[in-house]
């Protein structure tokens, strides 16, 4: 009797629709771009330029673990650190959209006034970095 409960179930279920699961996943490159890039590009023009004001880790910048470990972004200022560009990297790109990256919170959020980004503006959507940034993904 087991056998015909068991042989039923199987052919109900072969009769059931599949089910939608919704889009696709990003393939997992979007969401690793370049890794020299970042180096090159990213951490020196957007992440850590040399005008503080536009820093996110200078002077004591929001981002920068060693002074606000509290931040979302957790970045290490000191790149001398072994594996500080590593886990900066990883850090980055943890605040990337996959499949759209122009929608990226790296992106949005210090093109954003508060409360969005307690920062305030750091840059404009004219701004070059945004065009660096653009640039970064395949």
Known sequence: ???VGV????CLLAGCP?????????PPSECA??????EDVI?????APSDPSRSCIAEGGCHDIGNNPRS???LEADITVAG???????AATSFLTCGFPMGSPLLTKPSSAPPDHGGD???AADDPVVSAFESWFP
């Not at 042989?7 to 199987?10: E, H, K, P, Y």
């Not at 599949?18 to 990003?26: C, E, K, Q, Y």
């Not at 771009?33 to 970042?38: A, G, L």
């Open 33 to 38: 771009p370049d890794r020299q890039y970042f």
């Open 43 to 47: 951490w020196p023009e957007m992440l």
């Open 7 to 10: 042989a039923a179930l199987v």
């Open 1 to 3: 009797m087991r056998e």
């Open 121 to 123: 503006i750091i840059f």
């Open 84 to 90: 500080a560009l590593d886990d900066n990297y990883r």
């Open 18 to 26: 599949s089910v939608d699961l919704g889009n696709s996943p990003a």
């Open 72 to 74: 979302g972004l957790r």
